[in-house]
């Protein structure tokens, strides 16, 4: 487990071997919500690779001292880059920062399980509501339950704006539940 410091790096776009660690980074960060998640939360690779060329989305690579990408994180005010958020929800619920250009989205903030004690995952998003906190505006990012509930990623990043941006109103935007109907196979049914 490696607890040395790591080197935060913002890019508009990330390529080559650098992209490349970037996936490894980012699969290993988030692969276990595949099976986790009902909706799915982990970008394909093309999707990944859609990603690090827009410039429209801020990337954010943790830097080992090794030279080795070990967190990757993406941030944006263009709503419009990310397919899955509705930007029609927040224009309708802070339209004045909407029509500024002050609402971001944290697409996703990752670190390779052997940087998890190194202070990069707090450099990334501390950096980021720094950005939100010196223009005002939203901040926004989704958090699976399994995330909210095992990790208290809310809480973490709530402790992280009350140290960057003091005064921050915390708003829970949305929730969404997902239900099964399980029925049990039929007598003499092959299974």
Same mark, same amino acid.
């Given at each position: 487990?490696?607890?040395?410091?790591? =080197?935060?790096?913002?890019?508009?776009?990330? @390529?080559?071997?650098? /992209?490349?660690?970037?996936? !490894?980074?980012?699969?290993?960060?988030?692969?276990?919500? /595949?099976?986790? &998640?009902?909706?799915?939360?982990?970008? @394909?690779?093309?999707?990944?690779?859609?990603?690090?060329? =827009?410039?429209?989305?801020? $990337?954010?690579?943790?830097?080992? /001292?090794?030279?080795?990408?070990?967190? +990757?994180?993406?941030? @944006?005010? *263009?709503?419009?880059?990310?397919?899955?958020?509705? !930007? !029609?929800?927040?224009?309708?619920?802070?339209?004045?920062?909407?029509?500024?250009?002050?609402?971001?989205?944290?697409?996703?903030?990752?670190?390779?399980? =052997?940087?998890?004690?190194?202070?990069? +995952?707090? $450099?990334?998003? %501390? /950096?980021?509501?720094?950005?939100?906190?010196?223009?005002? %505006?939203?901040?926004?990012? *989704?958090?699976?339950?399994?995330?909210?509930?095992?990790?208290?990623?809310?809480?973490?990043?709530?402790?992280?704006? =009350?140290?960057?941006?003091?005064? &921050? &109103?915390?708003?829970?935007? *949305?929730?969404?539940?997902?239900?099964?109907?399980?029925?049990?196979?039929?007598?003499?049914?092959?299974?």
């Amino acid at each position: 487990m490696a607890t040395s410091p790591a =080197d935060l790096v913002v890019l508009d776009v990330v @390529t080559g071997d650098q /992209r490349d660690s970037a996936w !490894e980074i980012y699969q290993a960060a988030f692969d276990r919500l /595949r099976v986790l &998640a009902v909706q799915r939360h982990v970008m @394909t690779r093309a999707e990944f690779d859609d990603v690090c060329s =827009d410039s429209r989305v801020q $990337k954010y690579l943790g830097i080992a /001292r090794s030279g080795q990408v070990c967190a +990757f994180g993406s941030f @944006t005010n *263009d709503l419009s880059s990310m397919p899955l958020v509705s !930007e !029609e929800y927040y224009a309708h619920r802070w339209p004045e920062h909407h029509r500024a250009g002050r609402i971001w989205y944290i697409g996703c903030v990752g670190v390779h399980p =052997d940087y998890r004690s190194s202070g990069i +995952f707090s $450099k990334m998003v %501390g /950096r980021m509501v720094q950005v939100v906190e010196q223009q005002g %505006g939203v901040a926004s990012i *989704d958090i699976c339950r399994h995330n909210e509930q095992e990790l208290a990623l809310p809480r973490l990043i709530g402790r992280l704006v =009350d140290t960057v941006g003091a005064g &921050a &109103a915390v708003h829970r935007l *949305d929730e969404q539940t997902y239900w099964a109907y399980e029925f049990p196979a039929p007598e003499g049914a092959l299974v």
